[in-house]
């Protein structure tokens, strides 16, 4: 007769707790249900950060605050966020060096900077694609299709390649149009908007459509014959196009949107370059 009561199944000072735990639970789900929501709405995300907190080594502050323009002109609090990000790739992602290339601080710092320029205006930064960081001296021969490669995205093997040389050349002239880091980042980005349905994969695949639409439209195909302005690459096929696009963005922005103002708002849409 002490049964009952020693397996007793209610337990009413429970009660308060799971109901408790229920409405927690019911307000993470109303708050992402919200989150999307105005993501769809406002094309950008509602916040890209919950906290800042992780900092560079001072040599790697010191070569990013030398060597990478775009930092330099970011806000106080920006640099943190940028900072953040950035101790975050590196920790997650492994960098290789190839045909006896040995990785040095400068390669890990500006190849690292690059990927989160890119992604800076997302909330979700970090490629999660992307597991290796493979780098080159120079140009390598791919297996991908038996030729020569200045960088490429292989999401089979989750790596993204790069030619040091030509990383460097496309980051160092800043204004040829011409990034190899942005071109194969893009790509990587691009990828993963077609398998994720986050809100920044959905963000970008609206803004492709609007883009690939753009591109329908007869003025804007005589403007592209007139004016040559994209290199002829970009007509390669979509996946090149936004490659090249992103390129033009970073290195030519006040040209690229004089001549093609709904291209290039939907690219910066895209991106979320809206930054106050
Ligand atoms: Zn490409």
């Not at 502050?61 to 920006?78: G, M, P, R, T, W």
């Not at 640099?79 to 990000?85: I, L």
């Not at 160092?172 to 990034?179: E, L, V």
Request: hydrophobic share 40%.
């Amino acid at each position: 007769m002490y049964l009952t009561l020693i397996s007793e199944p209610y337990a009413p000072w429970l009660a308060p707790y799971a109901y408790g735990i229920v409405l927690l639970g019911f307000s993470f789900f109303l708050f992402r249900v919200f989150e999307n929501w105005y993501a769809s709405i406002y094309d950008r995300p509602l916040y890209r950060h919950y906290f800042v907190y992780k900092k560079l080594t001072a040599s790697q502050e010191v070569i990013l605050q030398n060597q990478f323009v775009f930092y330099s002109k970011l806000s106080k609090k920006h640099k943190k966020q940028f900072e953040h990000r950035m101790v975050k790739f590196i920790s997650e992602k492994k960098f290789i060096g190839r045909t006896d290339l040995v990785i040095t601080e400068q390669m890990e710092v500006l190849i690292t900077a690059t990927a989160c320029m890119l992604s800076f205006g997302r909330k979700n930064y970090l490629y999660p694609l992307i597991d290796f960081i493979l780098v080159y001296p120079s140009e390598f021969y791919s297996t991908v299709n038996q030729n020569f490669h200045k960088g490429e995205f292989n999401p089979k093997e989750r790596a993204l390649v790069l030619s040091w040389k030509d990383f460097e050349e496309g980051f160092q002239i800043n204004n040829d149009n011409f990034n190899l880091g942005i071109h194969e980042f893009m790509h990587a980005m691009q990828l993963e908007s077609m398998s994720s349905r986050d809100l920044d994969s959905i963000r970008f695949s609206k803004q492709f459509q609007n883009i690939l639409k753009q591109l329908t439209k007869q003025e804007v195909k005589d403007q592209l014959d007139k004016t040559k302005f994209f290199r002829s690459y970009a007509f390669t096929n979509q996946y090149e196009f936004m490659a090249v696009l992103a390129e033009y963005f970073f290195e030519s922005p006040k040209d690229f949107e004089a001549i093609f103002p709904k291209l290039y708002n939907y690219t910066k849409k895209l991106l979320n370059f809206n930054f106050e």
